[in-house]
């Protein structure tokens, strides 16, 4: 059974920075998606930046371009999103899912089956 235990959020002024943690645990392959997507209330879930490993394809959206660095240690199955520069806007709930064998480069929520429990993100102006 694949689980996956975010951490790393919380309360930060705007321009700060936060890493978020994913930890993956369950993949049978080392060939899997991982996603960071978002939610803010009254939104729709928007993927934020997805990789795969493997074939070293990544997303970012446009908005978190330059801001946002999504990576990972294969070897400890934990996956990191280094936010930077951070923006009231950026307030989100945050989940990491993963894929077995998926894809990241179009980072769309229904493409992944696993997910975490989502970690708060809060940026104050």
């Known amino acids: 059974e694949v689980q996956l235990v975010e951490s790393g959020g919380g309360l930060v002024q705007a321009g700060g920075s936060l890493r978020l943690s994913c930890a993956a645990s369950g993949f049978t392959d080392d060939d899997y998606a991982i996603g960071w997507f978002r939610q803010a209330p009254g939104k729709e879930r928007e993927g934020v930046s997805c990789?795969?490993?493997?074939?070293?394809?990544?997303y970012y959206a446009d908005s978190v371009k330059g801001r946002f660095t999504i990576s990972g240690d294969i070897a400890k199955n934990t996956w990191y999103l280094q936010m930077n520069s951070l923006k009231p806007e950026d307030t989100a709930v945050y989940y990491c899912?993963?894929?077995?064998?998926?894809?990241?480069?179009?980072?769309?929520?229904?493409?992944?089956?696993?997910w975490g429990q989502g970690t708060q993100v809060t940026v104050s102006s």
């Open positions: 899912a993963g894929e077995e064998y998926g894809s990241a480069e179009y980072c769309q929520a229904y493409e992944y089956e696993h």
């Open positions: 990789t795969n490993f493997k074939d070293g394809v990544t």
